[in-house]
T-cell receptor, first 114, second 114 residues
Framework: NAGVTQTPKFRILKIGQSMTLQCAQD?????MYWYRQDPGMGLKLIYY???????DKGEVPNGYNVSRSTTEDFPLRLELAAPSQTSVYFC?????????????FGQGTRLTVV | AQSVTQPDIHITVSEGASLELRCNYS??????LFWYVQSPGQGLQLLLK??????LVQGIKGFEAEFKRSQSSFNLRKPSVHWSDAAEYFC????????????FGTGTRLTIIP
């Protein structure tokens, strides 16, 4: 059972480059989330989705974009990479808080922008 | 908006000693509360959750947490820690009402000494 799969695990970007962080889940979860984790800051929500075709901003959406064309996939796009986007990115999925459900996390993508 | 405070950035305990990690939340209604653990280089794993009912909840790996509404707290405890408990611990509060998402605290790093 794969759960939540994130690719790549590591990436180095130059300032101004773009990239897409991939996230896929095989648990048929409606809810999917993207978080970034910075030392001492905990996890900050970037974007989330409550189902295919529906996305919404979290606490720190600037510089990112998402799409949700299928239930399984929730890619995160960085258009013009900046050093401030150096972070560890986590994707998560779940059935939603109201269903007393937990969020399942991927292993993370460590991104460095130089 | 909801928020979570974990006042202890780093805690060191001896193997076999008891543990209590503090968590305070701010939310206007009855919260959904979670504790997650993150081992080095890994994603987050759910330890336990509180939604309603008994205010003392049991989780995996011998952890428990007590919800105290009067103190807006949800502290995590373990009677006797093991070296494998060394990790970072995150408290989170969840909301519903159409925008189901988790808000995380900044985390507490636990070090175990022999």
């Amino acid at each position: 059972n794969a759960g939540v799969t994130q690719t790549p695990k590591f990436r180095i970007l130059k300032i101004g480059q773009s990239m897409t962080l991939q996230c896929a889940q095989d648990m048929n979860h409606n809810y999917m989330y993207w978080y970034r984790q910075d030392p001492g800051m905990g996890l900050k929500l970037i974007y989330y989705s409550v189902g295919a075709g529906i996305t919404d901003k979290g606490e720190v959406p600037n510089g990112y974009n998402v799409s949700r064309s299928t239930t399984e996939d929730f890619p995160l796009r960085l258009e013009l990479a900046a050093p401030s986007q150096t972070s560890v990115y986590f994707c998560a999925s779940g059935q939603g808080i109201t269903f007393a459900a937990e969020a399942f996390f991927g292993q993370g993508t460590r991104l460095t922008v130089v | 908006a909801q928020s979570v405070t974990q006042p202890d950035i780093h805690i060191t305990v001896s193997e076999g000693a008891s543990l209590e990690l503090r968590c305070n939340y701010s939310y206007g209604a009855t919260p959904y509360l979670f504790w997650y653990v993150q081992s080095p280089g890994q994603g987050l794993q759910l330890l336990l959750k509180y939604f309603s009912g008994d205010t003392l909840v049991q989780g995996i790996k011998g952890f428990e947490a007590e919800f105290k509404r009067s103190q807006s707290s949800f502290n995590l405890r373990k009677p006797s820690v093991h070296w494998s408990d060394a990790a970072e611990y995150f408290c989170a509060v969840g909301t519903n009402f159409g925008n189901e998402k988790l808000t995380f605290g900044t985390g507490t790093r636990l070090t175990i000494i022999p």
